[in-house]
C-alpha cells in the first residue's frame, strides 16, 4: 500500500462519522440548542479536553529521540500553554475550554464533576492507544481528532436559541488555537505518513485506530419535549470540542 493510497483509505474511513453531520453539531449549527445543553455539554467534554496533554506524554515517552517523540511533546506544550513569539504566556487549551463551559452558565471548577459514560469510555480509548498501541496507531488516532477540529473550525459559527452565540462563546471557535491546530494536523499527517512508508505492515491497524476514534461513542436520547431539550452524543474522538 502506498502512502496516497494509505491516506485516501483513512480519509475514507473518517469521512464515514464527519463530525459536522452529526445530528449534535447540526442541532448546535441551526440554533436549536439551549444553553443547558451546551453547558452540559461542555461540562462532559472538558474531562477529554483536559486529559488530552496526558495522552500525548504517554506516547512521548515510549518513543526513542527524533522527529515524532519532538512532535509529540512540542504539541503536547502546545496543549498546557506554552510562551508565544513574543514571550507572553499561551493560556492552556483546558483553560481556554472553560471559558466556554463558563459562558454557557458552568462552574469554572468541575473538581468532582462526573461525565457521562461515554466520555469515561472515550478517555479510556485515548489513554490506552498512547500508552499500549503502536506509534502509527496512536499518530493516526490523534490525526483523527484533529481532523474534526480543523473542520469545526472552519464551518460557520454556531447558534444557540436565542441567538447568545454571539455573545457568549464566539471567541472560543475563533481563537488562535484553531490556527495551531491547522498546523498541528499537517505535523500529524506528516508523521504518520513517514511511520507507515517505514512500517507498512502496520498500515491496517493503524487504518482501525482512526476509525475506532471516529466512531460515536454512543447515543443519548434527544427528548422532544420542550422542558427535557434535546441532547445528543458526543461524537467519539472527534468531538474535541474544545478544540
Known amino acids: 500500500m502506498t502512502n496516497q493510497e494509505f491516506f485516501e483509505h483513512l480519509d475514507a474511513r473518517i469521512a464515514r462519522y464527519d463530525l459536522l453531520c452529526h ?5 448546535w449549527t441551526a440554533g ?5 445543553d451546551l453547558c452540559q455539554y461542555a461540562q462532559d467534554y472538558y474531562h477529554h ?3 488530552f496533554p496526558t495522552y500525548l506524554a504517554e506516547l512521548g515517552i515510549r518513543l526513542d529521540e527524533g522527529d515524532l517523540r519532538r512532535a509529540v511533546l512540542a504539541n503536547m506544550s502546545d496543549e498546557k500553554g506554552t510562551e508565544d513569539a513574543f514571550g507572553d504566556a499561551a493560556r492552556s487549551h483546558a483553560e481556554l475550554w ?3 463551559a463558563e459562558g454557557m ?3 469554572r471548577n468541575l473538581t468532582g464533576h462526573k461525565p457521562l459514560n461515554q466520555v469515561h469510555e472515550l478517555t479510556s480509548f485515548f489513554h490506552r492507544v498512547a500508552s499500549e498501541g503502536t506509534p502509527e496507531e496512536a499518530l493516526a488516532a490523534f490525526l483523527c481528532l484533529r481532523v474534526a477540529s480543523s473542520a469545526r473550525g472552519q464551518r460557520k459559527s454556531p447558534r444557540l436559541a436565542g441567538d447568545v452565540w454571539r455573545r457568549r462563546t464566539h471567541h472560543l ?6 490556527h495551531r491546530r491547522r498546523i498541528s494536523l499537517q505535523v500529524w499527517r506528516q508523521q504518520l505518513g513517514k511511520r507507515v512508508q ?3 505492515e502496520q498500515a491496517e491497524k493503524a487504518l482501525a485506530a482512526a476509525e475506532n476514534a471516529a466512531k460515536p461513542c ?3 436520547s434527544m427528548e422532544s419535549k420542550p422542558a427535557e431539550r434535546r441532547r445528543q452524543v458526543l461524537h467519539s474522538s472527534l468531538a474535541s470540542r474544545r478544540h
Open 23 to 27: 445530528p449534535f453539531y447540526k442541532a
Open 98 to 100: 472553560l471559558d466556554f
Open 105 to 107: 452558565g458552568s462552574r
Open 218 to 220: 454512543g447515543t443519548r
Open 49 to 51: 479536553v483536559d486529559a
Open 173 to 178: 471557535l475563533l481563537h488562535p488555537a484553531h
Open 198 to 200: 517505514a512500517h507498512p
Open 32 to 36: 436549536e440548542l439551549t444553553n443547558e
